[in-house]
Structure formats: structure tokens, C-alpha cells
């Protein structure tokens, strides 16, 4: 039977309630929707987050909104551009934490840890873009800080990779299904969807 890292360690892993965490947005911004890095099954990933956003709202639990901004006449997420704007159905609601990162990591050089050590939570649940890249570094940075995190997969959602030794293009949903079990192996608790949380949730 395979095994992750947690389970040889006997850790014990239960989902979080909205009434001790923190839900924690990376990069809802339009370029995955409709700029330069549509995602794969970006739409569905909006309405999962959609409902974590409601269910965190009733709880009245704390909400952090990660954005990214690139360079200065980057491609991708320049400050200028109306495609760094989070997307609109995920905006954030008058005294919602906004906070600004330029490294994949939303630690990296931000007030992150700052403002989770405010709310006095130490349970983050995790969504956004992209799965293998932001919300990744973010959840193993998290563990270095002492946050526990949970992975929403449904809520997250990335792209095709090219093979860097040269094979075939690695479909979204392999880069997807990878990310998620490498978290699950050691930082994360790893759950289907909001569904998932919804006992939890009251």
C-alpha cells in the first residue's frame, strides 16, 4: 500500500473549520482567464471558489486575497494591465486583506505572515492559480512559518508544461493530479472540494 510521508509519520489530518482559519486566495486575476495563461478548467475553479468565499463569509472568517504583479513591460501580469485585476466574481469585500507579491511564494518578501499572525489563526485552507506554481511554494513556504495548510483542489486549477528533457507536452491535468499529491505527501491536507468542508464549516 502506498503511503504518504504524513501517513508513515501517523499524523492524524482532519479538515479545518471556517471558525479557526483563514481563507487564503493566490492569483484569482483575469490573465488566467482570459490573458496570456488561460488555464485548464479555470471556470469551474472560479465557481469552487465562488462557494469557499460564501461558506468563509457566513463563518465570518478572515479572508487574504493574493495578487501578483510582474515587472515593468512584462508579458504577463503587468501593473498596468486590466489583466492583472482579480477576476470579478472573486473580489474582495471591504475589509478583506489585499497583499501584493512578486515571487511565487506569497511570503516571499510580503506582509503575509504578518497578517495571519493578526488574526491569531493558524489553519490556512488554500485556492487559486496555478496549482503547481503559487499555491505549491506558498503551502511548503507555509510550513516553515508553522501554518497548516488545506488544498481545496477543486479550487485550483493550472496548465499544459513542456517536457524539459524534450518529450511529449505534460497535460494540465497530470501537472495537476502531481501537484496535489506532492503536497499531500508532506505539507498539505489535500481535499476534493468545498463539499468537502462543508461539515466542517458550521
Given at each position: 500500500?502506498?503511503?504518504?510521508?504524513?501517513?508513515?509519520?501517523?499524523?492524524?489530518?482532519?479538515?479545518?473549520?471556517?471558525?479557526?482559519?483563514?481563507?487564503?486566495?493566490?492569483?484569482?486575476?483575469?490573465?488566467?482567464?482570459?490573458?496570456?495563461?488561460?488555464?485548464?478548467?479555470?471556470?469551474?475553479?472560479?465557481?469552487?471558489?465562488?462557494?469557499?468565499?460564501?461558506?468563509?463569509?457566513?463563518?465570518?472568517?478572515?479572508?487574504i486575497h493574493i495578487v501578483t504583479?510582474?515587472?515593468?513591460?512584462?508579458?504577463?501580469?503587468?501593473?498596468?494591465?486590466?489583466?492583472?485585476?482579480?477576476?470579478?466574481?472573486?473580489?474582495?469585500?471591504?475589509?478583506?486583506?489585499?497583499?501584493?507579491?512578486?515571487?511565487?511564494?506569497?511570503?516571499?518578501?510580503?506582509?503575509?505572515?504578518?497578517?495571519?499572525?493578526?488574526?491569531?489563526?493558524?489553519?490556512?485552507?488554500?485556492?487559486?492559480?496555478?496549482?503547481?506554481?503559487?499555491?505549491?511554494?506558498?503551502?511548503?513556504?507555509?510550513?516553515?512559518?508553522?501554518?497548516?495548510?488545506?488544498?481545496?483542489?477543486?479550487?485550483?486549477?493550472?496548465?499544459?508544461?513542456?517536457?524539459?528533457?524534450?518529450?511529449?507536452?505534460?497535460p494540465a491535468a497530470t501537472v495537476?493530479?502531481?501537484?496535489?499529491?506532492?503536497?499531500?505527501?508532506?505539507?498539505?491536507?489535500?481535499?476534493?472540494?468545498?463539499?468537502?468542508?462543508?461539515?466542517?464549516?458550521?
Amino acid at each position: 500500500m502506498t503511503r504518504t510521508l504524513l501517513d508513515i509519520a501517523g499524523v492524524v489530518r482532519r479538515a479545518p473549520s471556517f471558525h479557526d482559519s483563514i481563507l487564503l486566495i493566490i492569483d484569482h486575476q483575469l490573465e488566467y482567464r482570459i490573458g496570456g495563461l488561460v488555464l485548464a478548467g479555470i471556470e469551474d475553479a472560479i465557481r469552487e471558489n465562488q462557494r469557499l468565499l460564501k461558506m468563509a463569509r457566513v463563518a465570518a472568517a478572515p479572508v487574504i486575497h493574493i495578487v501578483t504583479h510582474g515587472r515593468p513591460g512584462s508579458p504577463i501580469f503587468a501593473r498596468s494591465s486590466p489583466l492583472s485585476a482579480i477576476i470579478p466574481e472573486l473580489a474582495p469585500l471591504a475589509g478583506e486583506c489585499v497583499i501584493e507579491k512578486d515571487f511565487p511564494s506569497s511570503f516571499a518578501g510580503t506582509t503575509l505572515a504578518e497578517a495571519i499572525a493578526q488574526t491569531g489563526r493558524r489553519s490556512l485552507i488554500v485556492t487559486g492559480f496555478m496549482t503547481h506554481m503559487c499555491v505549491s511554494t506558498t503551502v511548503r513556504a507555509a510550513l516553515d512559518h508553522g501554518f497548516a495548510c488545506t488544498v481545496v483542489a477543486a479550487a485550483t486549477a493550472t496548465r499544459d508544461l513542456p517536457d524539459p528533457l524534450g518529450g511529449a507536452t505534460i497535460p494540465a491535468a497530470t501537472v495537476q493530479h502531481t501537484a496535489l499529491a506532492e503536497l499531500a505527501d508532506r505539507f498539505a491536507l489535500v481535499v476534493a472540494n468545498s463539499e468537502s468542508l462543508a461539515p466542517f464549516a458550521q
